[in-house]
């Protein structure tokens, strides 16, 4: 079963604009990672956030960390057309030794993005 | 280009038939993993490997799916007796070793499988 949930299942935006998207998941987690995915292809790292980091950054990314709420929202800033694709959250598990993981990632089912010029 | 290499890119095959998949992972890496990702869905774990060792397998790979990573290089998923149902997109990720600064998984392109 998928762990994360994203939220909106589509989201339509005009260039310039900002888009976010949000992922709940169910159990602690050793960190949580973005991925992008074009049409057909396979999936592209955006960004990682560990399990006692609030707030992370990378160009126009920028994702948040809700360990309470067991949330994550990814931030996309200026949006270009380019940015067009699906996002997915992925959860990786905490591992049996301390600041380790397992490494098997737990997919949400995507927030697909659609940026018009 | 990640660096993870696999192929075929398509392949389509009738029901019974089997077929192998094969991933080669970027070379230092000694994580290989295996998902399966069905049409408007988010990929789902089936396999992983740690050098040559498989480390778990997921409910989803019945019997008649196997894989390997022979000497801890590429790695080969193979499915026997196909089925409509295995129609997806078989997915192969690599990372280092587990542990702080080493969790990203990088991604190959894909195997596209169509089972008629």
């Known amino acids: 079963s998928q762990q994360g949930e994203e939220d909106p299942q589509a989201l339509s935006i005009q260039e310039g604009e900002n888009a976010t998207m949000n992922c709940s998941y169910k159990t602690s987690i050793n960190n949580l990672q973005w991925y992008r995915q074009n049409s057909g292809r396979g999936l592209v790292h955006l960004i990682l956030?560990?399990?006692?980091?609030r707030e992370k950054h990378s160009g126009r990314l920028r994702v948040t960390l809700d360990t309470s709420k067991k949330s994550s929202s990814l931030l996309i800033t200026a949006s270009r057309a380019a940015d067009t694709a699906s996002y997915f959250c992925?959860?990786?598990?905490?591992?049996?030794?301390?600041?380790?993981?397992?490494?098997?990632?737990?997919f949400g089912q995507g927030t697909i993005l659609t940026v018009h010029p | 280009d990640t660096g993870v290499s696999q192929d075929p890119r398509h392949k389509i095959t009738k029901r019974g038939q089997n077929v192998t998949f094969r991933c080669d992972p970027i070379?230092?890496?000694?994580?290989l993993y295996w998902y399966r990702q069905t049409l408007g869905q988010g990929p789902e774990f089936l396999t992983y490997f740690q050098n040559e060792a498989q480390l778990e397998k997921s409910r989803l790979l019945s019997d008649r799916f196997s894989a390997e990573r022979p000497k801890g290089s590429f790695s080969t998923l193979e499915i026997q007796r196909t089925e409509q149902g295995d129609s997806a997109m078989y997915l192969c990720a690599s990372s280092l070793a587990y542990g702080l600064g080493r969790e990203t998984q990088y991604f190959g392109p894909g195997t596209r499988l169509l089972v008629l």
């Open positions: 956030i560990r399990s006692n980091e």
């Open positions: 992925a959860t990786d598990l905490p591992g049996d030794a301390g600041g380790t993981s397992y490494g098997k990632l737990t």
């Open positions: 070379s230092e890496h000694n994580r």
